[in-house]
């Protein structure tokens, strides 16, 4: 019988959780879906629209928060840290404060 070995990258938070109900392919849409929103807010960033950028940015970091959630960590791969519990609720409430900065500060030019 070959010895199994154990992925070295697996999340030990993980350990006794029950996998996804999504199939891959959702799961690495949903993903795909977080490196375009990245990329759109980057390219405010470099265009100088900052506020359009970090709103951007904060959907970005809500959407991860729901990817946490409903994906794997083997999908996730460094972007799944702790639990998934831990890391929805950082990325909630880092994404919501971001958001609310992008939201909040006044248009220099009005």
Known sequence: MP???RNQ???PH???LAPSRLPK???FFGLA???VLLVVAL???VTEH???GTLVFGVAVLWLAVLRLACDSGVLGVLAVRSRRFDFWFTTGLGCAIVYLAVSIDALGS
């Open 3 to 5: 010895r199994q070995r």
């Open 14 to 16: 993980d350990v006794g």
């Open 25 to 27: 392919q959702i799961q």
């Open 33 to 35: 879906a977080l490196a």
């Open 43 to 45: 390219g405010y960033f």
């Open 9 to 11: 990258l697996a999340n």
């Open 50 to 52: 900052w506020r359009r």
